[in-house]
T-cell receptor
Framework: DTEVTQTPKHLVMGMTNKKSLKCEQHMGHRAMYWYKQKAKKPPELMFVYSYEKLSINESVPSRFSPECPNSSLLNLHLHALQPEDSALYLC??????????????FGPGTRLTVT | SQELEQSPQSLIVQEGKNLTINCTSSKTLYGLYWYKQKYGEGLIFLMMLQKGGEEKSHEKITAKLDEKKQQSSLHITASQPSHAGIYLCGAPSISFGNEKLTFGTGTRLTIIP
């Protein structure tokens, strides 16, 4: 089973709203990721959590706040977003398949629209 | 930073025909992932190549890694409508003990009956 689930599937929010995206995996993967994907562009890494600790932040604005409550769950808290933040937000988790080798599996994404 | 260029950007192929997508890196490749994405959906893992010259197959899709050329190719034999979508290559780099993936520009594949 290589399933990563994300909720909600779609989200529309105003610039003053606070909302959260949720990601879950039950594969025992030690690392989880948030990516942002704009239309017709490849995904861009935002955050990496390893063993429930934030290990990589790709200079993401503070209006995006990640949280990893446990090894299976990853949240992305959103506050005071801008219309240009509208995108597909993808969650992924990875398993180790060898020395320095991983396999990343992605969820279906949350389509976010900021009005 | 590493850049991955995919060619062609888009491809329209008649059902049953073969096709090839290329992914060229600006830096040495230590591994290469191939993913498929339907519009607005998540990425589906196809395969990962680890070593130069390695070739892997999954159903009618074959991918090969050429380390010397810093390039990977993905070949589909006897294409079907189910192969339609966006194909993305991804190159890993390790930072702080974690994997970071940089993705290519993508190839949009359309299969016509």
């Amino acid at each position: 089973d290589t399933e990563v689930t994300q909720t909600p599937k779609h989200l529309v929010m105003g610039m003053t709203n606070k909302k959260s995206l949720k990601c879950e995996q039950h594969m025992g993967h030690r690392a989880m990721y948030w990516y942002k994907q704009k239309a017709k562009k490849p995904p861009e890494l935002m955050f990496v959590y390893s063993y429930e600790k934030l290990s990589i932040n790709e200079s993401v604005p503070s209006r995006f706040s990640p949280e990893c409550p446990n090894s299976s769950l990853l949240n992305l808290h959103l506050h005071a977003l801008q219309p240009e933040d509208s995108a597909l937000y993808l969650c992924a988790s990875s398993r180790v398949v060898g020395q320095g080798l991983y396999e990343q599996y992605f969820g279906p994404g949350t389509r976010l629209t900021v009005t | 930073s590493q850049e991955l260029e995919q060619s062609p950007q888009s491809l329209i192929v008649q059902e049953g025909k073969n096709l090839t997508i290329n992914c060229t890196s600006s830096k040495t490749l230590y591994g290469l992932y191939w993913y498929k994405q339907k519009y607005g959906e998540g990425l589906i893992f196809l395969m990962m190549l680890q070593k130069g010259g390695e070739e892997k197959s999954h159903e009618k899709i074959t991918a090969k890694l050429d380390e010397k050329k810093q390039q990977s190719s993905l070949h589909i034999t006897a294409s079907q409508p189910s192969h339609a979508g966006i194909y993305l290559c991804g190159a890993p780099s390790i930072s702080f003990g974690n994997e970071k993936l940089t993705f290519g520009t993508g190839t949009r594949l359309t299969i016509i009956p």
